[in-house]
C-alpha cells in the first residue's frame, strides 16, 4: 500500500495567524489527494480534493479562500488555513489514492490543529 | 447526498462472542461500501469493501441493497479487534472522497 505522511503532526498557533500542513505521498505519485477534518469525538468530514495541476474541489460548506490548498506536484499537497481562529481547531487527515490498488484510499497520520 | 449511519457509538462484547457492527446508507445511486479500522493511536486503515467479498481477520460484510446495509460481522471477537470502525461509501467505485459513519467504538472484554 501507498505510504502517506504528514507534517506537522501537531501545531499550536494564535488566532489570526496561518497555518500551513503538508501532506507526501511517499512511494507512488498521486494524482489525487483527499483533505479530511475530524473534530474531537466526531466523524471524518470531506473538506476538498486536490488535483495535480489543477485547482482543488471544495465541499459545500468549506471555504476555498479560508483553506487554500496547492497540489504542485504529484507528491505534495498542502492545506494553508488561513487567518486561523479557535473554532478551526480539528484534526486535519490527508489521503491518497492508489489506482494500483482498485482506488483504495491510504491515510496520514493526521495533523493537529490547536488555535489559541 | 448522500449518507451513513452508525447507529451505535460504543459497542462492548466479550472476548469470544459474535460482533455486528450496523451501517445503513442512503444514496440514489449504487455506491461502494467500505469498513475502515482506526487502532489506537494508528491511523485509519482499510478493513475491507463490498465488491472485493472478503474476509479481513476473520469480519464479513455484505451489502443488503434493499435494507441499504453493509453490517460489519464477525463471529467470533477477540481482544484485539478493539477499535474504532467507520464504515464508507463513495459513489465512484472509491474515486471520490469518502462519505464517513460517525463511527462505532467497539470494545472487547477479556
Known amino acids: 500500500g501507498a505510504v502517506v505522511s504528514q507534517h506537522p503532526s501537531r501545531v499550536i498557533c494564535k488566532s489570526g495567524t496561518s497555518v500551513k500542513i503538508e501532506c507526501r505521498s511517499l512511494?507512488?505519485?498521486?494524482?489525487?489527494m483527499f483533505w479530511y477534518r475530524q473534530f474531537p469525538k466526531q466523524s471524518l468530514m470531506l473538506m476538498a480534493t486536490s488535483n495535480e495541476g489543477s485547482k482543488a474541489t471544495y465541499e459545500q460548506g468549506v471555504e476555498k479562500d479560508k483553506f487554500l490548498i496547492n497540489h504542485a506536484s504529484l507528491t505534495l499537497s498542502t492545506l494553508t488555513v488561513t487567518s486561523a481562529h479557535p473554532e478551526d481547531s480539528s484534526f486535519y487527515i490527508c489521503?491518497?489514492?492508489?489506482?494500483?490498488?482498485?482506488?483504495?484510499?491510504?491515510f496520514g497520520p493526521g495533523t493537529r490543529l490547536t488555535v489559541l | 447526498a448522500q449518507r451513513v449511519t452508525q447507529p451505535e457509538k460504543l459497542l462492548s462484547v466479550f472476548k469470544g462472542a459474535p460482533v455486528e457492527l450496523k451501517c445503513n446508507y442512503s444514496y440514489s445511486g449504487s455506491p461502494e461500501l467500505f469498513w475502515y479500522v482506526q487502532y489506537s493511536r494508528q491511523r485509519l486503515q482499510l478493513l475491507l469493501r463490498h465488491i472485493s467479498r472478503e474476509s479481513i481477520k476473520g469480519f464479513t460484510a455484505d451489502l443488503n441493497k434493499g435494507e441499504t446495509s453493509f453490517h460489519l460481522k464477525k463471529p467470533f471477537a477477540q481482544e484485539e479487534d478493539s477499535a474504532m470502525y467507520y464504515c464508507a461509501l463513495s459513489p465512484r467505485g472509491g474515486a471520490d472522497g469518502l462519505t464517513f459513519g460517525k463511527g462505532t467504538h467497539l470494545i472487547i472484554q477479556p
Open positions: 512511494d507512488f505519485q498521486a494524482t489525487t
Open positions: 489521503s491518497v489514492i492508489s489506482g494500483t490498488s482498485g482506488h483504495e484510499q491510504f
